[in-house]
């Protein structure tokens, strides 16, 4: 357990926490909770060793630490991961409790490994990324987050049919997670474009026949892959228009997809009502 003070705090926790994560418990020597609850956050931090840090502020004496976290009653719990508030909570509790607010914060198998891939990717270096996402995944394949990124860098990469093996676990979440159900369009629609030229023929198509919602269709996809969305979505409004119950509302359910996967709001708004007259 360490004493923090406003010279330390930056050193013994912030930047710590980017290591393991650090429990700060905010206290005062006259506040009865805060001697209930001490003894036990020493406990579980002795237990927990390497796998957490317990630090300890006295609120009295860093007034500008407690303003800045605005604790304005003892003892407060705040838990920090990565140089940020994650998690926190007030008064005194039992161990079986603090355990649980805990577990989901503790470090887990493969976290490492995960850590350089977003690195990798938020660095571009796409081929190291998807090295270190298959190796996360391979520690501890139950981490929906890291294969929906995971599947993404792939898609970058262009390469399509890995990219719906490692979708093919999330397909069962999906059902109730649009950002997963989305992105599990996107693998399809990279897929049915995989093609050299995909665009540029369906065009030539549609131009012979052009009352073709399956070639629309396609065309829609081959735009989705491509992240070209506005034009897509231009597609599926005319298919919309004109058959709302093409492959059982497939081009709504496109449309729905694109809107998770944009990124551009006002685009999404304009869309959204565009989608909304269609519709009604």
């Not at 630090?55 to 500008?64: E, G, I, L, M, R």
């Not at 992240?227 to 979505?233: F, L, P, Y």
Request: charged share 25%; aromatic share 6%; glycine share 6%.
């Amino acid at each position: 357990m360490i004493d923090v003070n406003e010279n330390n705090f930056e050193q013994e926790v912030v930047q710590a926490s980017f290591v393991q994560p650090v429990l700060v418990d905010f206290w005062a020597p006259w506040c009865g909770p805060c001697r209930m609850l001490g003894p036990v956050l020493e406990k579980l931090a002795q237990s927990l060793a390497g796998q957490i840090t317990l630090v300890k502020v006295n609120s009295d004496d860093n007034p500008q630490l407690s303003a800045r976290f605005k604790v304005r009653s003892i003892p407060m719990v705040l838990l920090f991961r990565e140089g940020q508030v994650v998690d926190s909570f007030l008064g005194a509790k039992p161990e079986g409790a603090i355990r649980a607010f805990l577990e989901p914060h503790l470090p887990k198998p493969g976290d490492e490994s995960l850590r350089e891939a977003r690195v990798s990717a938020r660095d571009g270096q796409l081929e190291s990324a998807a090295g270190h996402y298959a190796t996360t995944l391979a520690i501890n394949p139950a981490q929906d987050g890291a294969r929906a990124e995971y599947v993404r860098v792939l898609l970058s990469l262009e390469r399509t049919h890995e990219a719906r093996t490692a979708y093919e676990p999330l397909r069962g979440p999906a059902r109730s997670d649009l950002a997963l159900a989305a992105l599990g369009q996107l693998v399809d629609a990279s897929l049915a474009s995989a093609t050299p030229d995909a665009e540029q023929g369906l065009r030539t198509a549609l131009a012979a026949d052009p009352e073709s919602l399956e070639l629309r269709f396609q065309l829609a996809q081959v735009l989705m892959a491509a992240s070209r969305w506005q034009d897509c979505m231009d597609e599926l409004l005319i298919i919309i228009a004109r058959d709302r119950g093409f492959r059982e509302d497939a081009a709504r359910k496109t449309m729905l997809a694109v809107f998770e996967l944009c990124g551009d709001p006002a685009l999404v708004g304009a869309y959204r009502r565009k989608l909304s007259a269609g519709l009604y």
